[in-house]
Antibody
């Protein structure tokens, strides 16, 4: 059974930094693409960015609102993906989900999400 | 303002068929596959339909997807109370080089 477990969420001040982790099990981690998706409580889904599989070159793409502030990475030896979030803004407040799959073909596994709250 | 446009709400009575639309453009749905997600309140979204019309394993055949031009649709037949929730369409946008979601449709079973 595939499991994705996010961790690292919490309360941060604007301008601060936070690193989220996504620990995966039950799959061949090095061959999966990872996308991070966020959801403001009570609102819709927003794609944050993705990192392709190592086999596909581990290329990374970001959504415009986070480009230059967020960094996605992966450690295949630890079966873990990371979302480093810098220069946090109040509008980054959301539940952050880790997912697997090629976006165009569907994100087939989702973690339970971790809440990030940015507030002064 | 979402790149993909969905109606904010839909409803039906048990046993009815409902359809949820998703309107995009040539740079997203027009040139890529449409995917559909279901989210029950308080839980993570889950993939229902991928590559326009493929049901994920375990998804009842009451759910079906289609695509025509720059629009995609999700149809749910034999509506059941457990189908209540939020439904999102999604695809890749070649112009933005980004994943895009619709704004979501809240389905109510009356």
């Amino acid at each position: 059974e595939v499991q994705l477990v996010e961790s690292g969420g919490g309360l941060m001040n604007p301008g601060g930094s936070l690193r989220l982790s996504c620990a995966a099990s039950g799959l061949s981690f090095s061959s999966v693409w990872i996308s991070w998706v966020r959801q403001v409580p009570g609102k819709g889904l927003e794609w944050v960015g993705r990192i392709k599989s190592t086999h596909a070159g581990a290329t990374i793409d970001y959504a415009a609102p986070v480009k230059g502030r967020f960094t996605i990475s992966r450690d295949d030896s630890q079966h873990t993906s990371y979302l480093q979030m810098n220069s946090l803004k109040i509008e980054d407040t959301a539940v952050y989900y880790c997912t697997t799959g090629v976006f165009n073909s569907g994100l087939d596994n989702w973690g339970q999400g971790t809440l990030v709250t940015v507030s002064s | 303002q979402s790149v993909l446009t969905q109606p904010p709400s839909a409803s039906g009575t048990p046993g009815q068929r409902v359809t949820i639309s998703c309107s995009g453009s040539s740079s997203n749905i027009g040139s890529n596959s449409g995917n559909w997600y279901q989210q029950v309140p308080g839980t993570a979204p889950k993939l229902l339909i991928y590559k326009n019309n493929q049901r994920l394993s375990g998804v009842p055949d009451r759910f079906s997807g289609s695509k025509s031009g720059t629009s995609a649709s999700l149809a749910i037949s034999g509506l059941q109370s457990e189908d209540e929730g939020d439904y999102y369409c999604a695809t890749w946008d070649d112009s933005l080089n980004a994943g895009v979601f619709g704004g979501g449709t809240k389905l109510t079973v009356l």
